[in-house]
């Protein structure tokens, strides 16, 4: 085992029971993670059979703040992806020594370059023999729901945003996902940032008056949108700001045309990262028909209000693929990512063989 830089976050290795902790005896481990921009979600399961149809069991889960070094910074992201997996190798009473492959599925590894970041400091945690996997988010997101099959389109919009795609013959594309500064407009802190900059307007007297003005200094407990201005610097991280996006679906549903044209360009902007996924891919079919999964994944996608996001986004999307199917996650994308390292596991095995 290679010299921990933090070893505090390990030492609970040490209480273990047994040779090195495994926990029990001789059972293998995967760890799968999902890692975001708002969460990380890490989860422990055992390496045995499973059927397709049954989630596999689950030893520990465990979760912790913001993964996305371009977001937080590469230290902090590293931080937060060891003290998750930590906290979930605690919880299932087992040590690093029981792990046989862990696959982190990340927002912001955009690059071969922030999967050999990653690769690196993986190697620098775990024994020699584990294997390791490094996708963006989008790929467990996906697989979470086509239950492992990398087929099809998915739509990630919570604090960011990214469309993602795969065929059955391995070719895949994305598009969105570079962040709120490069143009991620129908991301949760794209909207939210629409509405402050439409308050600051309203306020100036260069756009027209809005509920929003006063929903959202009520909401942050502000007297007026000068102070907004301070707010916003004191802590401009993407999902402080994208807290703000209940506030401005109640405006729409309140007849706000401001906030209603704010969700309608959102809805465009979704739908176009899809559409634009679905045509490099060809997911569509040549004549725009075929059938293909569009998997839907985050907060702002949520059928929980009037003003439906998700909903309008599947209806703009199927005007031109009315072969879009919608598919809802059954599981969650850190046990999808543990499900992929798994796969990945199976089929080096069966070329070795």
């Not at 069991?57 to 902090?76: D, L, M």
Request: proline content about 5%; glycine content about 10%; aromatic content about 6%.
């Amino acid at each position: 085992m290679k010299r921990d830089r933090k070893g505090e976050i390990w030492d609970f290795e040490h209480e273990l029971p047994g040779d090195g902790g495994s926990g029990g005896g001789d059972q293998k481990l995967i760890l799968g993670l999902d890692g975001g921009t708002t969460k990380t979600i890490c989860i422990c399961m055992p390496i045995i059979p499973f059927t397709p149809n049954h989630s596999p069991p689950v030893y520990a889960r465990a979760v912790a703040g913001c993964s996305n070094h371009n977001s937080v910074g590469e230290t902090a992201a590293r931080e937060t992806l060891e003290q998750v997996m930590a906290e979930a190798l605690s919880k299932s009473g087992c040590s690093r020594s029981a792990v046989r492959a862990v696959c982190l599925a990340v927002s912001g590894v955009n690059h071969p370059t922030d999967q050999q970041r990653i690769l690196d400091w993986l190697s620098d945690i775990f024994p020699n023999d584990v294997e390791y996997y490094v996708e963006n988010d989008a790929v467990a997101a996906l697989a979470s729901g086509t239950m492992g099959k990398l087929h099809g389109c998915v739509l990630i919009a919570g604090t960011g945003t990214i469309a993602y795609g795969y065929t059955e013959d391995g070719r895949e594309a994305r598009a969105s996902g570079a962040g709120p500064i490069l143009g991620d407009w129908g991301s949760g802190y794209g909207i939210a940032a629409k509405a402050l900059t439409s308050i600051i307007r309203a306020y100036d007297g260069r756009g027209p008056e809005t509920k929003l003005t006063y929903s959202i200094l009520h909401q942050l407990q502000l007297s007026s949108p000068d102070e907004l201005i301070g707010w916003t610097y004191a802590d401009p991280s993407w999902a402080r700001i994208a807290t703000l996006v209940p506030v401005v679906v109640s405006c729409a549903e309140a007849g706000d045309q401001v906030a209603n044209d704010i969700l309608l360009h959102t809805v465009q902007e979704l739908a176009s990262s899809v559409k634009a996924v679905v045509q490099r891919l060809g997911l569509c079919g040549k004549d725009g028909k075929d059938a293909f999964p569009l998997v839907m994944v985050g907060n702002v996608l949520e059928a929980n209000r009037r003003w439906d996001i998700g909903k309008e986004v599947i209806k703009c999307i199927s005007k031109d693929f009315p072969g879009t199917r919608l598919v809802r996650p059954k599981v969650e994308p850190a046990v999808e990512a543990a499900l992929l390292a798994w796969n990945y596991l199976i089929e080096q095995y069966q070329q070795e063989l």
